[in-house]
């Protein structure tokens, strides 16, 4: 079993920016893809962006596409997201999740692993 956990959530004024880190308990061998949902009140979870940990690629849902920047540590397989220029509409809880298998990592149900996730609040 693989556990994730996240951290880096916080109070933020909008223009900020906040890191998140998600960190695998064990080596990810058997894991393709990790990324990142959020859910925001009242609204279903959304992805928002990934990364596949062999070779890197990354990808990015639209509203977050110049703000955000999903990198990994290959020493400690921890994966970051870097959130820049922040909006008071990316204020969610941010999840760390991990796809062992298929490529499809914006869609809540192909995850494997998920972690208990981190709060983000952009707000003056």
């Known amino acids: 079993q693989l556990q994730l956990v996240e951290s880096g959530g916080g109070l933020v004024q909008p223009g900020g920016s906040l890191r998140l880190s998600c960190q695998p308990s064990r080596l990810p061998l058997d894991v393709r893809i990790i990324g990142w949902f959020r859910q925001a009140p009242g609204k279903e979870r959304e992805g928002v962006s990934c990364?596949?940990?062999?070779?890197?690629?990354?990808s990015y849902v639209d509203s977050v596409r110049g703000r955000f920047t999903i990198s990994r540590d290959n020493v400690f397989h921890t994966v970051y997201l870097q959130m820049n220029n922040l909006k008071p509409e990316d204020t969610a809880v941010y999840y760390c999740?991990?796809?062992?298998?298929?490529?499809?990592?914006?869609?809540?149900?192909?995850?494997?692993?998920w972690g208990k996730g981190t709060l983000v609040t952009v707000s003056s």
């Open positions: 990364i596949r940990l062999a070779g890197g690629f990354t």
């Open positions: 999740a991990a796809l062992v298998r298929g490529t499809d990592c914006f869609a809540a149900n192909n995850m494997d692993y």
